[in-house]
């Protein structure tokens, strides 16, 4: 198998999600990932027939096997007046949240 995912791309992506990996981990998660691109290229390599529709599973259901559509129905959303009276803190109708301090990534 070839690798897609190099240590470098890897630790690059690590560092973009933020993550704190323990070396043991960081190439369990690799190599994981890795199997998983290889799973992905074996299933679009499986020739499919021009013409073959999209279906939400494998096997085609009869129209009165299938159970029926649910109904579209409008619900009235609550005002926002209410849902923001449960809030701890709101300023000009937002919510009011602690400032969490972040970096800032490339």
């Known amino acids: 198998m ?25 190439e369990y998660l690799r190599d994981q990932m890795n199997k998983q691109l290889k799973s992905i290229e074996e299933l679009a390599a499986i020739p499919i027939p021009e013409g073959t529709p999209s ?3 494998g096997v085609p259901f009869p129209a009165e096997l ?7 129905a409008q619900v009235q959303a ?9 809030a701890p803190q709101t300023s000009d109708g937002y919510f009011v949240v602690p400032e969490i301090p972040h970096q800032d990534l490339d």
Do not use: C, M, N
């Open 2 to 26: 070839t690798e897609q995912i190099s240590p470098d791309l890897f630790k690059h992506l690590v560092e973009l999600a933020a993550l704190e990996l323990s070396p043991e981990d960081g």
């Open 55 to 57: 279906a939400a599973h």
């Open 66 to 72: 299938r159970a029926p559509l649910r109904k579209d």
């Open 78 to 86: 609550p005002e926002a007046a209410d849902i923001q009276a449960g």
